[in-house]
Each structure stands twice: as structure tokens, then as C-alpha cells.
């Protein structure tokens, strides 16, 4: 079983920074993919970026050249540094885990971290 620890949202101006982070554990042979997707009330869950196993990086056109994915593979954590932060940004942002695990696949989601940009 895998567990995901989320940290780093929290209240900011707008053109602001936050770093969010999100740690995996358990019992993990590998992580394939980790990465976040947002929801802003009343809208779909979105992508906002994901990193591979191959430290390939995938972003959403809403948010590209703002933030930047990293992860570090040593500690199995992932990071989002959010730049220029707008008010569009605010939304409740969740933290996934696609890894590969004694059970076989596992697809883990965090709790979720609020992110919130004021004008």
C-alpha cells in the first residue's frame, strides 16, 4: 500500500510563489509517474504537471513556464514550485502516485492541498 503526505498550500497574493510538496511510502518497488491535478470549485478536475520515472515533465498550457515539476527520486517526493501565482490558480490540489508495487500496479491520491491566490 502506498501513502501520500501533501504539504506546502496556503494563502497568496497574486504573483506569488508557493512550493508544494508531496512524499510516497509504503511499499513501493518503483514510481512510474507522480505529479498533481487541481479543481477549482463548480470545475472538472484538471493536470497541472507530472513528472516520470525518466524525468520527463508534463504541464498544462494553463500553467506552463509558471510552475516547474521536479521530484526526487531518493526520497520518492515530488515538488511543484507555482510562480506568478494568478487568482485562476486557486483551487484544492491533489497529489498522485502511479507506482509499482508488490500488489502489482497501484494508483495512490493524496488528500488534497488549498492554494489560494488573492487579487
Known amino acids: 500500500q502506498v501513502q501520500l503526505v501533501e504539504s506546502g498550500g496556503g494563502l497568496v497574493q497574486a504573483g506569488g510563489s508557493l512550493r508544494l510538496s508531496c512524499a510516497a511510502s509504503?511499499?513501493?518497488?518503483?514510481?512510474?509517474?507522480m505529479g498533481w491535478y487541481r479543481q477549482a470549485p463548480g470545475k472538472q478536475r484538471e493536470l497541472v504537471a507530472e513528472?516520470?520515472?525518466?524525468?520527463?515533465?508534463n504541464y498544462a498550457d494553463s500553467i506552463y513556464a509558471r510552475f516547474t515539476i521536479s521530484r526526487d527520486n531518493t526520497k520518492n517526493t515530488a515538488y511543484l514550485q507555482m510562480n506568478s501565482l494568478k487568482p485562476e490558480d486557486t483551487a484544492v490540489y491533489y497529489c498522485?502516485?502511479?507506482?509499482?508495487?508488490?500488489?502489482?500496479?497501484?494508483?495512490?491520491w493524496g488528500q488534497g492541498t488549498q492554494v489560494t491566490v488573492s487579487s
Open positions: 498522485y502516485c502511479n507506482a509499482h508495487t508488490p500488489h502489482g500496479g497501484s494508483l495512490t
Open positions: 509504503g511499499s513501493i518497488f518503483s514510481i512510474n509517474a
Open positions: 513528472v516520470t520515472s525518466g524525468g520527463g515533465t
